[in-house]
């Protein structure tokens, strides 16, 4: 029987799964080609709500997967607004960040929502060769000093 490995997530965590070659069509719905720069994955993995109940915030917490590192980092919505203001100086391509709410953001349905257009957010910067290898991102990211990060976010994708 001819077997082959197919690498799949579950929990978040990637996981060796064997397969017959017959059965690769059923499992290419798994396939995540959402993150469109190959060698580099981040996702938002849930959102958080911290502080004191008088002020609480919400952070978001990103997993940025390589081949062989997971890096785990969290960010404040107002984080996401500094990158986006430096994007948009820099560049006409840069994606368009969700809007900020001043009131109900606290909801567990709006924080659902906003994680979600967070993670299109980052989608979309890590697609655009020019977003992804500026400096802006890579600090967002936390990317310096993580020489395998950062030569997949320079590299540029025909």
């Given at each position: 029987r001819?077997?082959?490995?197919?690498?799949?997530?579950?929990?978040?965590?990637?996981c060796?799964q064997?397969?017959e070659d017959?059965?690769?069509?059923?499992h290419s719905?798994?396939?995540?080609?959402?993150?469109?720069?190959s060698?580099?994955?981040?996702?938002?993995?849930?959102?958080?709500?911290?502080?004191?109940?008088?002020?609480p915030?919400?952070?978001?917490?990103?997993?940025?997967?390589?081949?062989?590192?997971?890096r785990?980092i969290?960010?404040?919505?107002?984080q996401?607004?500094?990158?986006?203001?430096?994007?948009?100086?820099l560049?006409?391509s840069?994606?368009?960040?969700?809007?900020?709410?001043?009131?109900?953001?606290?909801?567990?349905?709006?924080?659902?929502?906003r994680k979600?257009?967070?993670q299109?957010?980052?989608?979309?910067?890590?697609g655009?060769?020019?977003?992804?290898?500026?400096?802006?991102?890579?600090?967002?990211?936390?990317?310096f000093?993580?020489a395998?990060?950062?030569?997949?976010?320079?590299?540029?994708?025909?």
């Amino acid at each position: 029987r001819d077997m082959m490995r197919m690498v799949v997530e579950r929990a978040g965590w990637p996981c060796l799964q064997v397969l017959e070659d017959g059965s690769w069509m059923q499992h290419s719905d798994r396939l995540d080609v959402h993150n469109c720069r190959s060698g580099m994955r981040i996702v938002i993995a849930k959102a958080e709500t911290l502080g004191p109940k008088t002020t609480p915030y919400t952070i978001y917490v990103m997993h940025i997967k390589t081949a062989f590192t997971i890096r785990i980092i969290s960010r404040r919505y107002r984080q996401f607004k500094e990158l986006d203001h430096h994007l948009k100086s820099l560049m006409s391509s840069a994606p368009s960040l969700p809007c900020k709410k001043t009131f109900g953001k606290m909801s567990p349905q709006f924080i659902s929502e906003r994680k979600r257009q967070l993670q299109s957010y980052v989608d979309a910067v890590l697609g655009d060769a020019e977003c992804s290898s500026s400096a802006s991102f890579k600090t967002f990211l936390g990317a310096f000093g993580h020489a395998s990060e950062e030569a997949i976010l320079d590299r540029r994708e025909e």
